[in-house]
C-alpha cells in the first residue's frame, strides 16, 4: 500500500510524527504537510500566491515535502504532481492520511478543520482518506498528550479501517479519546454520527492601546449548545474512539424536489 501522509499542525508537529512512526509496516509513506500550523483553516486553497515547496529532514525516520500552503493545497498539490513526479504520471496513492491533529475534530469542528478538509480534499480526488484527530486535555503539565500511546491506538483503528473495502471517495474521521499514559489501555470504538449543534463560543470586545475596538474569540471548541444522544461529541467525552463516515456532497436532497417545485413551475 502507498500511503499519502498530510496534517494541519504544520510537517514539525509531534502529532504527525507519532502517526508517522506508528504507521510503519503499513506500506510506502510521503509526507507532504504543510510547513507551518493551519488549524481551523477549513478548505481554504491556494489560487494567486506560488506554493513554495521544500523537502526536509524532520527525524532520523521521517522525511517530506513542506508546503507553503493549507491542509487541502498539500493534498492537491501531493496527489495530482509531487506524487506523479516521484511515483510516474497517472499514479496515486493508494491512501491519504491526515493527523493526527492535535484536539479533536467532533461536531462544527469538522466543518472548519484543516485536518478533515485535506482528508476530503483526498476523498474528491478519488482517494480513500482517514482523517485522525487526538482529544486533548486543557491545560498543561500532569494532563500532556502521550502522543506515541495515541498514535498506537490510531493505528489499530486505521488497522480496523482499511481491513475493509473502502470506496474511493470514501472519508473517515478518527478521533481518540484523551491519552496521557503509556500503558493507556485501547478504547472500545463507536460508530457514530456528527453532532450538529453550534458551539457556546463568543467574542470578548476589547481596545487596543491606541483605542482600536477589536474582539478576540473565547471557548475551547468542545462546547456546544446541546450534544445528541449517539453522537461524536458523546461517544468522545465518555472515552470511545469515535469513527464517522464523512461525505463532501453539501446537497440537502431531501429538500431539492420541494424547490424545484417550487422554482421550476
Not at 78 to 90: K, N, P, T
Not at 192 to 210: F, L
Request: proline share 6%; with cysteine; net charge negative.
Amino acid at each position: 500500500m502507498r500511503i499519502l501522509l498530510t496534517n494541519d499542525d504544520g510537517i514539525h508537529a509531534p502529532g504527525i510524527a507519532a502517526l508517522h512512526e506508528a504507521m510503519q509496516g503499513m506500506g510506502e509513506i510521503l509526507v507532504v504537510a504543510p510547513a507551518d500550523v493551519q488549524s481551523a483553516t477549513s478548505h481554504g486553497i491556494t489560487f494567486h500566491t506560488p506554493l513554495l515547496v521544500r523537502e526536509v529532514q524532520v527525524s532520523p525516520r521521517m522525511k517530506g515535502y513542506a508546503v507553503e500552503g493549507r491542509p487541502a493545497d498539500c493534498v492537491k498539490l501531493g496527489i495530482r504532481r509531487i506524487w506523479a513526479d516521484l511515483f510516474g504520471e497517472g499514479t496515486r496513492p493508494d491512501l491519504v492520511v491526515s493527523g493526527m491533529n492535535s484536539g479533536a475534530n467532533v461536531g462544527i469542528n469538522v466543518i472548519y478543520s484543516g485536518t478533515v478538509a485535506a482528508a476530503v480534499e483526498a476523498a474528491f480526488l478519488g482517494v480513500p482518506s482517514i482523517a485522525v484527530s487526538l482529544h486533548m486535555h486543557q491545560g498543561g503539565g500532569k494532563s500532556e498528550p502521550h502522543w506515541q500511546r495515541a498514535a498506537s491506538i490510531a493505528r489499530v483503528a486505521l488497522d480496523r479501517v482499511v481491513q475493509h473495502t473502502i470506496d474511493p471517495h470514501t472519508v473517515i474521521n478518527v478521533n481518540i479519546p484523551r491519552t496521557t499514559k503509556a500503558d493507556a489501555p485501547i478504547p472500545p470504538f463507536r460508530v457514530v454520527a456528527m453532532n450538529t449543534a453550534a458551539g457556546i463560543d463568543n467574542y470578548e470586545k476589547r481596545t487596543a492601546p491606541h483605542g482600536q475596538v477589536y474582539y478576540w474569540p473565547n471557548g475551547n471548541g468542545m462546547e456546544f449548545f446541546h450534544t445528541r444522544e449517539g453522537s461524536d461529541v458523546e461517544a468522545l467525552n465518555a472515552g470511545f474512539v469515535t469513527i464517522t463516515p464523512l461525505q463532501y456532497d453539501l446537497t440537502d436532497h431531501a429538500r431539492t424536489q420541494g424547490w424545484r417545485e417550487r422554482l421550476e413551475s
